[in-house]
T-cell receptor, first 111, second 114 residues
Framework: GQNIDQPTEMTATEGAIVQINCTYQ??????LFWYQQHAGEAPTFLSYNVLDGLEEKGRFSSFLSRSKGYSYLLLKELQMKDSASYLCAVRPSYNTDKLIFGTGTRLQVFP | EPEVTQTPSHQVTQMGQEVILRCVPI?????FYWYRQILGQKVEFLVSFYNNEISEKSEIFDDQFSVERPDGSNFTLKIRSTKLEDSAMYFC????????????FGDGTRLSIL
């Protein structure tokens, strides 16, 4: 089966750093995506990892370890507008288009 | 920034009726997708579409579902005879490459079956 696990909810304070973890067990692997989804809105692409290591994009960074089936999204200098759900999604094979999503982590940022 | 647009934003339909959800993908994108998200649950893949044909579909995408690209800009999802369990948010997405490129999502159509 295909399984992607994320914590259901997290809270953090404005200005802080938060790390959202994602573990996956899939039949194969050809890339991991992080999306941000505000309530009632579309998922918005944040980052992509296919090789091990850290990808940095402004206040957001994403890390991947393929051997451990593990990724995290790091958000720095948190702002109130970062309150949203963060979705981890895996492409399970090189010959498929589909993304398999986790249930998402709902992040609440408090002042 | 180019975006995927979906209409309507909310559709209310009686069980057993046909419904068509519409999407305009980003103009230079070649790969199109439908996903759905039942309230409180994860986003689920339905179907992918390339070169005017379905390239992959999930178990959810049974004979009641169909997709079409009727012209150069629209991409539609039709549900022939809706069931209560079809109530969900339906997202259209597009990408300009199959590999290593993100899929860009529209704002979704909330489908409510009564």
């Amino acid at each position: 089966g295909q399984n992607i696990d994320q914590p259901t909810e997290m809270t953090a304070t404005e200005g802080a750093i938060v790390q959202i973890n994602c573990t996956y067990q899939t039949s194969g692997f050809n890339g991991l995506f992080w999306y941000q989804q505000h309530a009632g809105e579309a998922p918005t692409f944040l980052s992509y990892n296919v090789l091990d290591g850290l990808e940095e994009k402004g206040r957001f960074s994403s890390f991947l370890s393929r051997s451990k089936g593990y990724s995290y999204l790091l958000l720095k200098e948190l702002q109130m507008k970062d309150s949203a759900s963060y979705l981890c999604a895996v492409r399970p094979s090189y010959n498929t288009d589909k993304l398999i999503f986790g249930t998402g982590t709902r992040l609440q940022v408090f002042p | 920034e180019p975006e995927v647009t979906q209409t309507p934003s909310h559709q209310v339909t009686q069980m057993g009726q046909e419904v068509i959800l519409r999407c305009v993908p980003i103009s230079n994108h070649l790969y199109f997708y439908w996903y759905r998200q039942i309230l409180g649950q994860k986003v689920e893949f339905l179907v992918s579409f390339y070169n005017n044909e379905i390239s992959e579909k999930s178990e959810i995408f049974d004979d009641q579902f169909s997709v079409e690209r009727p012209d150069g800009s629209n991409f539609t999802l039709k549900i022939r005879s809706t069931k209560l369990e079809d109530s969900a948010m339906y997202f259209c997405a597009s990408s300009d490459s199959r590999y290593n490129q993100p899929q860009h999502f529209g704002d979704g159509t909330r489908l409510s079956i009564l």
